[in-house]
Nanobody
Framework: VQLQASGGGSVQAGDSLRLSCAAS????????MGWFRQAPGKERDFVAR???????AYADPVKGRFTISRDNAKNMVYLQMNSLKPEDTAVYYC???????????????????WGQGTQVTVSS
């Protein structure tokens, strides 16, 4: 599966953004999907994931502010980001996988396909 992320930008603290990830190739509905982010000089961190059946999980720093969703008919996954903070500044990546177990889905290694990343910059 190939992934194309979009929707990043530069916003003020407290604003909202919605990231989109378009999938092509493969069978989208058979994949679990995730969003990760990487700030300069830091490791790639888990943000959120959604299973084939719509079960979701979030990293603690974004819980209650971010919402991951998917539209299997459109082969799309979204990340709605509200109440953005400067510490949310990073390159955001969408990812897809099909072989991992539920407990491993916060780890980058559980994902076989990655999008190119989209920059999110939040200023105070």
């Amino acid at each position: 599966v190939q992934l194309q992320a979009s929707g990043g930008g530069s916003v003020q603290a407290g604003d909202s953004l919605r990231l989109s990830c378009a999938a092509s190739g493969g069978t989208f509905s058979r994949n679990y999907m995730g969003w990760f982010r990487q700030a300069p000089g830091k490791e790639r961190d888990f943000v959120a994931r959604i299973t084939r059946g719509g079960n979701t999980a979030y990293a603690d720093p974004v819980k209650g502010r971010f919402t991951i969703s998917r539209d299997n008919a459109k082969n799309m996954v979204y990340l709605q980001m509200n109440s953005l903070k400067p510490e949310d500044t990073a390159v955001y990546y969408c990812a897809a996988g099909s072989q991992g177990i539920l407990s491993s889905l916060r780890e980058p290694d559980a994902y076989a396909a990655w999008g190119q990343g989209t920059q999110v910059t939040v200023s105070s």
